[in-house]
């Protein structure tokens, strides 16, 4: 099949079960071209370089001056003379509502038609109204329209009450990542029948064998990973750390992640006495966060709701974490816990549970032997679940199904 996945800035760190996706497709065969609105400045991660995907890639040119966007319109309105005006409505309307004019009909209407595809697959539902646009006025009908939600573009709510109608009109197939999205999406009033679980898979490099034996005489080994954000429970996790080296626990903890709760992570550890326990690493690479994972015995993600109600989506680090070996100690907030087989590879607990989340850790910290092989487990179960192996063909039956 030739596939165009379309998103917005490409390719970001955060963001790398995108190229993930499109190397599955890649490898199976797939002829696929990546549509992006504009390009990342971030580190690009050797999976991108390794497969070429910048090759593959097409950016929407910037239209930085009047003549350069007359000259895009006129050339949409030659091509497509019926499609011109309703179009150029509707990027106005996209101008009065969000501030800025919206080039992206305009370059995908002139880009994807003459490539001929046989499926779009945009990523994050805010990056497909151009594509439903655009079929409203007779373009683009024959490839499947397939868009997946991230949790981001919808949770905890649609930004405008009719951001989506026309899209829901005009998709295929609306894929969300988690059971959890699905329930939260049938809420808001996504239709039903075009919804489906396709989950984001992992980073093929992580599909290595494991090594890991125990060690009871070195100090255990805490890691979290995420953007400090309130509904990711940062603040949490270092009360947690604190509890245990209250209760004579030796362990240390590395943070990896930046966010607008960075200070006061630094003044929480400083209050808590924590200081030698906890490492605030920041933000690091891809790279850079497999390699304190795997020196890590155990990965603690104790998130929760924030105060406009929203919760991790999938939180793709669970299952990374897990691939390389690690527990991981999660709560039922959100769908970070569908990852994770409570008792097999980790454990989930409910909300704000810190004193379940603190004795589980000494139990495991008094018991390596179970510890160890809890992260076996955590390893065979995130590849069976998420690897392109399994993930793709997944992918394969929604781009094909009637």
């Known amino acids: 099949m030739k596939i165009a996945v379309i998103t917005d800035n490409f390719p970001r760190v955060s963001e790398l079960f995108i190229a993930t996706q499109v190397v599955g497709l890649i490898e199976r065969g797939h002829e696929v071209d990546i549509y992006a609105t504009g390009r990342s400045s971030e580190p690009m991660h050797p999976l991108l370089e390794q497969h070429r995907l910048l090759e593959r890639t097409m950016f929407c040119p910037p239209c930085d ?56 697959h945009v990523h994050f539902g805010y990056n497909a109204p151009p594509i439903a646009t655009l079929r409203r006025w007779g373009l683009l009908r024959k490839p499947r329209f397939v868009v997946t939600f991230h949790g981001c573009d919808f949770m905890p ?18 894929i969300h990542v988690t059971r959890f999205a699905v329930e939260q999406a049938s809420r808001m009033g996504f239709p039903e029948e075009k919804m489906c679980i396709v989950p984001c898979g992992l980073n093929p490099a992580l599909e290595q064998p494991l090594q890991r034996t125990p060690n009871a005489d070195r100090p255990l080994r805490i890691a979290y990973v995420g953007r400090l954000v309130d509904l ?25 992640g930046d966010g607008p709760l960075m200070e006061a ?3 929480r550890v400083a209050e808590r006495g924590v200081d030698s326990v906890i490492t605030l690493a920041g933000a690091c690479t891809s790279d850079r966060v497999q390699a304190l994972l795997s020196e890590s015995d155990l990965f603690l993600f104790p998130g929760g709701h924030d105060a406009d109600g929203r919760a991790e989506n999938q939180g793709c680090v669970a299952q990374e974490a897990q691939a390389m070996g690690l527990p991981v100690i999660c709560t039922t907030a959100g769908g970070t816990h569908e990852s994770v087989r409570n008792g097999h590879t980790g454990y989930v607990l409910d909300e704000g549970d810190t ?38 063909p997944l992918l394969e039956q929604v781009y094909q199904k009637d």
């Not at 009047?66 to 005006?85: K, M, N, Q």
């Not at 305009?106 to 994807?112: A, D, I, P, Q």
Request: glycine residues 4%; hydrophobic residues 45%.
């Open 65 to 120: 001056s009047p003549w350069r966007l007359l000259r895009l319109l006129l050339r949409f309105g030659l091509h497509h003379p019926a499609a011109l005006l309703p179009t150029l409505h509707a990027a106005m309307q996209s101008k009065r509502e969000g501030g800025h004019f919206d080039r992206r009909p305009f370059w995908l209407g002139l880009s994807l038609p003459t490539r001929h595809y046989d499926v779009l």
């Open 157 to 174: 709510r649609i930004a405008r009450p009719d951001q989506y109608n026309l899209l829901f009109q005009k998709a295929d197939v609306l």
């Open 232 to 256: 990711k429970k940062p603040l949490t996790f270092i009360e947690i750390i604190a509890n245990l080296r209250q209760r004579d626990v030796i362990c240390t903890a590395t943070m990896i």
């Open 265 to 267: 992570c630094r003044t």
């Open 355 to 392: 004193e379940g989340m603190v004795e589980i850790i000494i139990q495991l910290n008094s018991q390596r032997t179970v510890l160890t092989m809890m992260g076996h487990n955590a390893h065979r179960h995130a590849i069976e679940l998420y690897s392109n192996r399994r993930i793709i």
